[in-house]
């Protein structure tokens, strides 16, 4: 009877290798990371977006902890030396959505997400481009005053991970960008109030333009000399998605104003106008070539 057990195990072993008879006189194989190493890479992280949560503390971290988005970091706006990391960075936060930037879609692959607590748009104007009048004055548009202010240590904590991550994934200043930079007709974060130029000047934070090329591009003749569609390449230049019509559609329209929320935010027209010409020159003249799209 024993005889007969040992006769159909072994049976099995030699019809059924995969069900675990392996035999254990096979080498065991060492991954060797030390002696060879590939000229040809790069960090996989080549993006930071910031966004700004629209809610409180509490309800931030509610829908960033429990719901189906996600960010790799969380400032609230409380006077503590905390910045909570969700997501590890080896991890895909989910936080960008549709959109693109710098050639690159699906930015969730490659980013890293940061969400400020902050309303966003303060809620006395949350329905006011549902006003008629005010609709058609701002082009059904926020202007700057909709906005709500951050506070001062959200901006000293973004300043100091930015400047972190920045160095760490030698992420390009042009990388370093607003939700609504990448998702245009959809978001509009980190808002007007955003200190894209503080962070700029006093940290060394990603993009800014120089005062110098602006004024040198302000001028009238060249604007309008401008096409439409040479305008529109000049946004894709810079990173921005922006279709090939030869109008200014909504969807344009969009993407100036998520173009004038970052660099020029006292300037909310949402219309193409001679500054926002002069500071999207003045910013291609000065990062040309910084992308690395590999």
């Known amino acids: 009877m024993a005889k007969n057990i040992t006769s159909i195990a072994l049976a099995m072993c030699l019809t059924l290798p995969l069900i675990g008879c392996v035999s254990t ?17 790069s960090e996989r992280i080549k993006t930071i977006i910031l966004h700004y949560t629209v809610g409180d503390n509490a309800r931030s971290l509610k829908q960033l902890t429990t719901g189906n988005v996600s960010s790799h970091y969380l400032i609230l706006n409380e006077d503590d030396d905390k910045i909570y990391n969700l997501v ?18 699906i930015l969730n692959d490659t980013s890293i997400g940061i969400e400020i607590v902050n309303n966003g748009i303060d809620p006395k104007y949350r329905n006011a481009l549902k006003n008629a009048a005010l609709k058609a004055e701002v082009q059904g ?23 972190d991550l920045a160095l760490r994934y ?16 959809r978001k509009i974060d980190p808002g007007a109030k955003f200190p894209w130029q503080r962070l700029y000047e006093q940290y060394g934070i990603g993009a800014w333009y120089n005062q110098q ?43 100036i ?38």
Request: proline residues 5%.
């Open 25 to 41: 006189t096979e080498p065991r194989y060492i991954i060797d990371s030390q002696t060879y190493q590939a000229t040809g890479k």
């Open 88 to 105: 590890p960075e080896s991890e895909r936060a989910w936080h960008a959505g549709d959109g693109g930037f710098a050639g690159r879609t």
């Open 141 to 163: 548009y926020h202007p700057y005053k909709h906005y709500v202010e951050f506070e001062e240590i959200q901006i000293k904590k973004v300043a100091q991970l930015v400047q």
């Open 170 to 185: 030698d992420i390009s200043p042009k990388n370093i960008i607003g939700h609504a930079d990448m998702a245009p007709s």
């Open 213 to 255: 090329d602006k004024q040198l591009f302000m001028n009238q003749d060249k604007f309008e000399a401008a096409t439409i569609p040479e305008i529109k390449q000049a946004f894709r230049e810079y990173g921005y998605q922006i279709n090939d019509s030869d109008e200014w559609d909504k969807a344009s329209h969009d993407v």
């Open 257 to 294: 104003y998520a173009f004038q929320l970052h660099f020029s935010p006292q300037h909310l027209t949402a219309t193409m106008d001679l500054e926002t010409y002069a500071v999207l020159k003045a910013l291609n003249k000065k990062y040309a070539g910084t992308d690395d799209f590999y």
